[in-house]
T-cell receptor, first 115, second 114 residues
Framework: NAGVMQNPRHLVRRRGQEARLRCSPM?????VYWYRQLPEEGLKFMVY????????ESGMPKERFSAEFPKEGPSILRIQQVVRGDSAAYFC?????????????FGEGSRLTVL | AQTVTQSQPEMSVQEAETVTLSCTYD???????LFWYKQPPSRQMILVIR??????QNATENRFSVNFQKAAKSFSLKISDSQLGDTAMYFC???????????FGTGTRLQVTL
């Protein structure tokens, strides 16, 4: 049973380019969460999605960031017109139900570097 | 606002010794879960231990145990018989019944030495 799969593991972009990060949840999990970790900081919640629905996007920056979890395929976190401050590790987690009380299973993260 | 505070940015412990990492949190809700996650240099987030707030008994997982003081909103992690493989960042986190997201502390970097 494969764990949460994130790709790419490392992504380098120049300022102004777009970054797309993918997350395939564990088999049987329909809830996906994205977190961002800046250097030397803890993880900060960004967005919580179920299939075809954004449930909570209270942690998402208002501009340039979007997320989706289509009926088929992985969840995508998209960052348009990246800036240096977007450099961070982006973690995806999944759960079979809403995370309350249950363990979130984390992927290994995608490290974005903006030059 | 819900917050988690880890007041020890770095700690060091000798192999085979015991170390305690502190964590305090703030929430107005009575129903919640608390977690300790480990992040080794590989950066994978690994769940170490979980505590249900409605349970008075402290959770234990092998060498890892917690001291949960609900009234004081304190949730410390004790690592017994420390091993070199315990070297990692440790994050305290919690989630409430009405929330959909984990709130993390800023972490404690633990170094286990020979």
């Amino acid at each position: 049973n494969a764990g949460v799969m994130q790709n790419p593991r490392h992504l380098v972009r120049r300022r102004g380019q777009e970054a797309r990060l993918r997350c395939s949840p564990m088999k049987g999990h329909s809830h996906v969460y994205w977190y961002r970790q800046l250097p030397e900081e803890g993880l900060k919640f960004m967005v919580y999605l179920q299939k075809e629905n954004i449930i909570d996007e209270s942690g998402m920056p208002k501009e340039r960031f979007s997320a989706e979890f289509p009926k088929e395929g992985p969840s995508i976190l998209r960052i348009q017109q990246v800036v240096r401050g977007d450099s961070a590790a982006y973690f995806c987690a999944s759960s079979p139900a809403q995370g309350f009380g249950g363990e979130l299973f984390f992927g290994e993260g995608s490290r974005l570097t903006v030059l | 606002a819900q917050t988690v505070t880890q007041s020890q940015p770095e700690m060091s412990v000798q192999e085979a010794e015991t170390v305690t990492l502190s964590c305090t949190y703030d929430t107005s809700e009575s129903n919640y879960y608390l977690f300790w996650y480990k992040q080794p240099p590989s950066r994978q987030m690994i769940l170490v231990i979980r505590q249900e707030a409605y349970k008075q008994q402290n959770a234990t997982e092998n060498r890892f145990s917690v001291n949960f003081q609900k009234a004081a909103k304190s949730f410390s992690l004790k690592i017994s018989d420390s091993q070199l493989g315990d070297t990692a960042m440790y994050f305290c986190a919690f989630i409430t019944g009405t929330a959909s997201k984990l709130t993390f502390g800023t972490g404690t970097r633990l170094q286990v030495t020979l």
